[in-house]
C-alpha cells in the first residue's frame, strides 16, 4: 500500500499536466483583466486595504471549496479509480502540497514549487501569477495584498480535506520580491463529520 | 537648449504626463525661460494636432507644427490621447519609433486595474522605461 501511495505521490504532478491539457481554457488577459476590474470594484466598494483582503480571502475560500471537488474527481477519473485525494487520506499534511501543486496546475496552469517547512507548514512557490500580469500596485496602496484569493482558494481546499490552515502570502513579485510565495500552516485537523450547526443540542 | 527635448502626454483636459530629455554631455536642465517657450509652444500646437488628425487615418500624425527651429510631432492614440514631442528635426523614422514604443507602454499601463483613463500617470516605471525609450531612439550622437 505504501508503495502505490508513493507512486501516486510520484506523478501527482504529472496528473496536474494531463489536468490541465484537458480543461478548456480561457483567454489570460480577459482573465487578469477580469479580476484586476473585480479588486478595482471592491476598492470603490470598500476602501479599506484590509477589508478588501478579507472580501478576497472570503472568495476565494468559495472557489477553493468548490474546486477540490472537481480536482478529486477529475484526477480519480484520471488514475482509473485510485484518486490522488484518497491515497492522501492516510497520509501526512505535508503531503498536501503535491495536490496542491497539481490542482494549481489543472486550473491556472501555473507550474508550482513546494518547500517543507516542518510536519504541520510548508511554502507553495509560483515564478508567474497570472493573475498580476499588468499591475502594478499604486504607492498608496502598497499594502494589498493582491493574490489574497489565491490564498483563500488554497484555504478553502485543505478544509474540505479537514485540515484548517492559515495561508498568507509572504512574497509577492508586485511588491518587489523575485518569486510568490504562500506559507500555508497547519493550525488543526478537523474533526470527521457535520460542523457545530448541525450536532444535536 | 536646443538639445533638449520636451515630451508631453496630453489626455481630454490637460497633460497626463511630462517628460524632458538632454543630450549627453550637453547643458544640464535648460533655464525657466525656455522650458516656458516649450511648453507654451507644445500646448499652442494642440489645435493643429486636432486639424491634422482628420487629414489621416493613421495613428502617427509627423510633424503638425513648425516654429523657429522647432518641430512637433505628434501621434494620436485610438483613445483620443496625444504624444506631444518638440524636437529640432529628428529623423521621422527615429521619431516614429519612439512614439511606437511608448504607445505600447502606454497600452500595458492602461490594461493596469489601478490605472484610470485620462488621469495624470504617476507611475515611476513608466517614467523610467520612457527615458529608457527616448535614449534608445533619440539621443544617439
Known sequence: ?201 | MSSTLLFVIVGRNEPLYEAEFHKRGGAGASSDAATRQNYFVLHSALDLVEKAAWATSGMYLKVVDKVNNQHVSTFLTAGNVKLLLLHNGRSEDSIRHFFQDVYELYVKLSMNPFYRYDTPIKSTDFDTRVRAIARRYLLQS
Open chain 1, 1 to 201: 500500500m505504501a508503495t502505490k501511495a508513493s507512486s501516486t505521490m510520484a506523478s501527482a504532478s504529472s496528473v496536474g499536466n494531463v489536468l490541465w491539457h484537458k480543461q478548456s481554457k480561457v483567454n489570460a488577459e480577459l482573465f487578469a483583466l477580469t479580476y484586476g476590474a473585480m479588486v478595482g470594484e471592491l476598492m470603490r466598494d470598500l476602501e479599506k486595504t484590509d477589508k478588501i483582503q478579507e472580501e478576497l480571502d472570503r472568495m476565494g475560500h468559495s472557489i477553493g471549496i468548490r474546486c477540490i471537488e472537481e480536482f478529486l474527481a477529475k484526477s480519480a477519473a484520471e488514475h482509473q479509480g485510485v484518486s490522488v485525494g484518497a491515497a492522501l487520506k492516510s497520509q501526512m499534511f505535508t503531503d498536501t502540497s503535491e495536490l496542491l501543486k497539481a490542482s494549481l496546475k489543472m486550473f491556472l496552469g501555473v507550474t508550482a514549487e513546494s518547500t517543507i517547512k516542518s510536519d504541520t507548514s510548508y511554502t507553495i512557490t509560483l515564478v508567474d501569477n497570472p493573475l498580476t500580469i499588468f499591475v502594478e500596485l499604486p504607492e498608496d496602496r502598497s499594502e494589498l495584498e493582491y493574490s489574497q484569493l489565491l490564498c483563500g482558494m488554497v484555504r478553502g481546499m485543505l478544509e474540505m480535506l479537514q485540515y484548517d490552515v492559515t495561508c498568507k502570502m509572504t512574497q509577492s513579485q508586485l511588491k518587489g520580491s523575485e518569486v510568490n510565495e504562500m506559507l500555508i500552516d497547519l493550525k488543526q485537523v478537523l474533526q470527521e463529520g457535520a460542523g457545530e450547526d448541525y450536532h444535536d443540542e
